[in-house]
C-alpha cells in the first residue's frame, strides 16, 4: 500500500505564492510519476502538473510559466511551487502517484486565491 500526505494549501491574495508538499510513503517502485490535479469548485477533476522519477516534466497550458513541480526522489516527495496566482486556480489540489498497479491519490488540499 501506498500513502500521500499533502500540505501547504491555504488562503492567498491574487499574484501571491504557495508551495505544496506531498510525500509518499509505503511500497513505492524507483520507476513512477507524480503529480498534482485540481478540482475547482462545481467542475471536474484536472490536471496541473506531472514529474516522472526521470525528471520529465507536463504542465497543463494555463499554468505554465506560473507553476514549477519538482520532486526529491530520496525521501518520494513532489513540490508544486506556485507564483502569480490566480482567482481561477482557487481548487482542491490533489496529489497523486502513478506506478505498475492502481493509481494513488492524497487527500487533497484547499487553495484559496481572493483578495
Known amino acids: 500500500q501506498v500513502q500521500l500526505v499533502e500540505s501547504g494549501g491555504g488562503l492567498v491574495q491574487p499574484g501571491g505564492s504557495l508551495r505544496l508538499s506531498c510525500a509518499a510513503s509505503?511500497?513505492?517502485?524507483?520507476?513512477?510519476?507524480m503529480g498534482w490535479y485540481r478540482q475547482p469548485p462545481g467542475t471536474q477533476r484536472e490536471l496541473v502538473a506531472t514529474?516522472?522519477?526521470?525528471?520529465?516534466?507536463n504542465y497543463r497550458d494555463s499554468v505554465k510559466g506560473r507553476f514549477t513541480i519538482s520532486r526529491y526522489n530520496a525521501n518520494n516527495t513532489v513540490y508544486l511551487q506556485m507564483n502569480s496566482l490566480k482567482p481561477e486556480d482557487t481548487a482542491v489540489y490533489l496529489c497523486?502517484?502513478?506506478?505498475?498497479?492502481?493509481?494513488?491519490w492524497g487527500q487533497g488540499t484547499q487553495v484559496t486565491v481572493s483578495s
Open positions: 497523486i502517484l502513478k506506478q505498475s498497479g492502481p493509481d494513488y
Open positions: 514529474i516522472g522519477s526521470d525528471g520529465s516534466t
Open positions: 509505503g511500497r513505492i517502485f524507483s520507476i513512477n510519476v
